[in-house]
């Protein structure tokens, strides 16, 4: 998995601007926790597509094979990253403390998992319900008062 990592200049934010150093903490955290579902997410995508027998209902559980996850969690990280990396550093700035920052992130998974699953297999039905499930998972990220 494919990581940004924070400068340890920022480090020294703490002694001179804790409410900064929060910010920036809180950022990092939700664009790993994104990171993290994002690829649960298309892992998910991927075998409710590709296995027949594999209950798509919301609340079905969905057992996950890790030595087959397919290529659509790498994909789609590989995509999130970079977009990731830009959201967190618009959202560095001082004048966006106060700013609600899930949204941006879980944009950039929503639509990294929509490249690497690819607009071809739309006509597909499991694939269909399969994004929509992976889509729902990352949803569920953004508080309940925002998601309108």
């Not at 899930?102 to 490249?115: H, K, N, Y």
């Not at 699953?117 to 006509?123: L, S």
Request: proline fraction near 6%.
């Amino acid at each position: 998995m494919t990581q940004a990592t924070t400068p340890p200049v920022l480090r020294w934010q703490e002694e001179s601007d804790a409410a900064m150093a929060y910010h920036i903490s809180r950022c990092h955290r939700v664009a790993e926790d994104t990171a993290s579902r994002l690829e649960f997410a298309a892992k998910v995508a991927w075998r409710l597509a590709t296995d027949a027998q594999a209950d798509p209902s919301a609340k079905a559980k969905v057992r996950i094979d890790q030595r087959k996850p397919g290529p659509w969690a790498s994909a789609a990280l590989a995509r999130y990253w970079p977009c990731a990396e830009r959201e967190f550093w618009a959202l560095a700035a001082p004048e966006q403390t106060a700013a609600a920052i899930e949204r941006p992130f879980v944009e950039a998974a929503l639509s990294a998992l929509d490249e690497a699953i690819g607009h071809a297999n739309r006509a597909d039905i499991r694939v269909a319900r399969a994004r929509a499930r992976a889509r729902a998972l990352l949803l569920a990220l953004l508080p309940a008062a925002r998601t309108a």
